[in-house]
């Protein structure tokens, strides 16, 4: 399996203009697995339900003028009202955030621009109040679509405590946890791949955000974050794939949606 490699390394393979051959031989293997629709191999392994999709053939269009009236009204909000988030709604988010758009020619599109179209992210859900989902954690497999179940035991308790700071996050629906499979970027673009990572992660988050609006439901975006706590929480490999960034999910109050016009 890919692992990461010295600095040294990356220098050597991808900055030297006589190892070219080698660099676009190994540019065509981490393309080839940006198209797998294998599970990844820690999410096999623990695997205890797959969950499909409820038949949603595509991201909801929008109006003309939609995206600009969906950029004036996203507020980060962390006041939700308990109320349960529809399964349609859960993977309509995670269909518009990281999953598959177009097929082009057997290249397989997502739905954020990724450098190369390497698509590292991995996109992971803590379930708290979802219809039709049993809490716990799950995989988000976009190429099915479906979710994998890989944890069922109680977290919702504790989550809170995951945070750099103290946040008030009553009533959540779920959490949307971004993790990054690092050699993919990284083995072609060195150490300048760090920043691709987030720069994806952030094309991404501004997907779910902005999603998260569209449906009626609030979102805040989290940055502040025990790392190497959420990596055991969710069974990552730290040499390998690491949690980028965070998301918390919920419905809004009664009031909320009547001064939005909800």
């Not at 949603?56 to 349960?84: D, K, N, W, Y």
């Not at 060195?190 to 979102?219: K, P, T, V, W």
């Amino acid at each position: 399996s890919l692992a990461l490699l010295p600095t040294r390394f990356f220098d050597t393979l991808f900055c030297r203009r006589q190892e070219r051959v080698a660099g676009d031989a190994l540019g065509r293997e981490l393309t080839a697995r940006a198209n797998r629709p294998d599970l990844p191999a820690t999410v096999a392994a623990r695997s205890l339900q797959v969950v499909p999709a409820p038949g949603i053939e595509s991201i909801p269009r929008l109006e003309q003028g939609a995206l600009e009236q969906l950029l004036a009204r996203r507020r980060t909000t962390r006041t939700f009202s308990s109320a349960p988030v529809s399964r349609e709604q859960l993977f309509r988010l995670l269909q518009g955030t990281v999953g598959v758009v177009r097929d082009s020619q057997g290249k397989l599109f997502r739905s954020y621009p990724s450098a190369g179209a390497l698509y590292p992210l991995r996109a992971y859900v803590l379930a708290s109040q979802v219809q039709g989902l049993s809490p716990g954690i799950y995989y988000y497999h976009g190429f099915t679509p479906s979710l994998v179940k890989i944890r069922d035991d109680g977290f919702q308790e504790s989550v809170a405590e995951y945070f750099s700071h103290t946040q008030q996050l009553s009533g959540y629906a779920l959490v949307l946890a971004l993790a990054a499979e690092l050699p993919r970027t990284l083995l072609k673009y060195g150490n300048r791949g760090y920043r691709y990572l987030m720069m994806d992660a952030g094309h991404a988050m501004q997907n779910f955000l902005l999603l998260s609006e569209s449906l009626g439901l609030n979102a805040v975006p989290i940055g502040g974050f025990r790392e190497k706590t959420w990596n055991q929480l969710l069974g990552l490999e730290e040499r390998t794939e690491t949690l980028v960034y965070l998301a918390v999910c919920g419905t809004r109050k009664p009031e909320e949606e009547k001064a939005s016009g909800g």
